[in-house]
DNA sequence: GAAATTTATTAGACTGATCTAAAAATGAGG
DNA sequence: CCTCATTTTTAGATCAGTCTAATAAATTTC
């Protein structure tokens, strides 16, 4: 006997965080190698080489030496399973017990590997099942199915008028200057000219304000959708006006 | 440089869990022996005395060979911490996720380690400061004051009217069965006699139902409070009509 | 395509929390 | 006060996760 093993596999949380990585590497479309799962997870590289042979054998992923890592079809449900997780407490975090946006990862990333499958149904049901979290991340549902997401970055966006769709970095700085300036999800802004090689990037947020500058790097992990209407026109949007305004909970202090 | 350590001091949830246990059986008023804390933690004895060791050293306890621990000033200062985030966190996810009293210990004792403190004083304004948990315990509050209780407990409780006060037993099974039998914080019920040394102990609980029977340890877990009217009285508690309809002697079957 | 550079693996060690088995204190009874 | 049972501590190991330093494979560069 020897296809035995079905369901119930519980692991370590450190074993919980190597599959993040190495699934968010993967999403990236990058190869995840010893030594770029070690930066992400700010441990040595012999530490990953280590873990990573103990994963393949306890079947959550493929590992091919001086190659890199690739989740097996359990990894990958395991992986997606605390994805889930994660976005669900930062969404419950943020509506519930008012917290900001660039607070919730933080908490999130030590709750997820501590509530019970209960506590994260029942905050789903809370609430009413959504589909993303506070930046604007799409949550895995129960089954581990997951929205195809082909948002364009900003950094490759050519001028004209955007929807922001999510914002992937949870520097808590970082965050908290975009919320200053008024980005978050679904700010509308427009963009005169395409991100440069070097140097900021000029972008109006609709909220009326100043422009905005944005370095490359910081280009990178914003998100966007276009609109169907042209970088400065009056009223257009049939969904109302300067709607956002909600969301986004201050505290903060 | 000697006297400088004075807050932040962060110690892993296993350190968190062994100081838990040292109040536990401090509060009982015994002796925090090697046996009784390895026995409460279901680990070796040996395992005990190292740790001990360590603690001692780390300032959070007293400990003398063959005799046992005594939480210090700062140890204690931790234990009640946890104490209060364990039960404010059962009464959060009591009031706020619908768990059920029997459901709430078990993922409480996973999160109290879990949750940062910004979590905790958001879940205590969202209850309102509570000042007792699902099973009647009291909250410590933020700054560390405990309530006094001196309840007294079912199985020293002469015959008469008493309300539930608290129930200190996290088994599952046990308190699924008092709630079947109606039996919870605040239930009026009264008593016949006096608990026996051995054999079933005859409760009636106002809730109308049959007597239900007790065994001495169950009866240990339970503490009441006695409530002004004798058992077998018409009209008098001002605090309620009808009251204990407390004839009902014995007969009924 | 050989040398230089980068990336990855091996080797050896450490820390924290745990265990088992053996030795030593403690304390009760005679 | 001596012996026996009980409780506690010591000794020696294990396991998971980590590190550093040394070595080896892969890749890039000239």
Redo the contacts with the bound molecule.
């Keep these: 006997m020897a296809a035995e093993s079905q369901r119930k596999a519980t692991?370590?949380?450190?074993?919980e965080?190597?599959l993040k990585v190495v699934l968010k590497i993967e999403d990236m479309k990058q190869?995840a190698?010893?030594?770029?799962v070690?930066r992400h997870?700010?441990?040595?590289?012999?530490?990953?080489?280590?873990?990573?042979?103990?994963l393949k054998k306890a079947g959550l992923l493929e590992?091919?030496?001086?190659?890199?890592a690739t989740l097996t079809r359990e990894g990958r449900r395991m992986a997606v399973r605390i994805l889930r997780r994660h976005r669900l407490l930062e969404m419950f975090l943020h509506q519930v017990l008012g917290y900001g946006w660039e607070q919730v990862h933080q908490e999130a990333e030590r709750l997820e590997h501590a509530v019970s499958d209960l506590f994260i149904s029942r905050i789903d049901a809370l609430l009413d099942f959504p589909s993303q979290d506070p930046h604007g991340e799409a949550i895995p549902d129960a089954r581990g199915f997951r929205q195809v997401e082909d948002d364009l970055c900003l950094a490759e966006a050519e001028p004209g008028s955007y929807s922001v769709r999510k914002v992937t970095n949870s520097d808590p700085e970082f965050l908290a200057y975009l919320d200053r300036v008024g980005l978050r999800p679904a700010t509308r802004l427009s963009l005169q000219e395409k991100a440069p090689f070097q140097g900021p990037l000029k972008l109006l947020p609709e909220s009326g304000r100043e422009p905005v500058y944005l370095g490359l790097e910081a280009c990178r992990s914003i998100f966007v959708l276009p609109r169907k209407d042209r970088p400065p026109a009056s009223a257009s949007a049939p969904d109302g006006p300067a709607s956002r305004e909600a969301g986004t909970r201050g505290s903060r202090k």
């Design positions: 692991v370590s949380s450190t074993v965080d190597y190869r190698s010893t030594s770029r070690a997870l700010e441990v040595a590289d012999a530490t990953v080489t280590d873990m990573l042979r103990k590992y091919k030496p001086y190659y890199g």
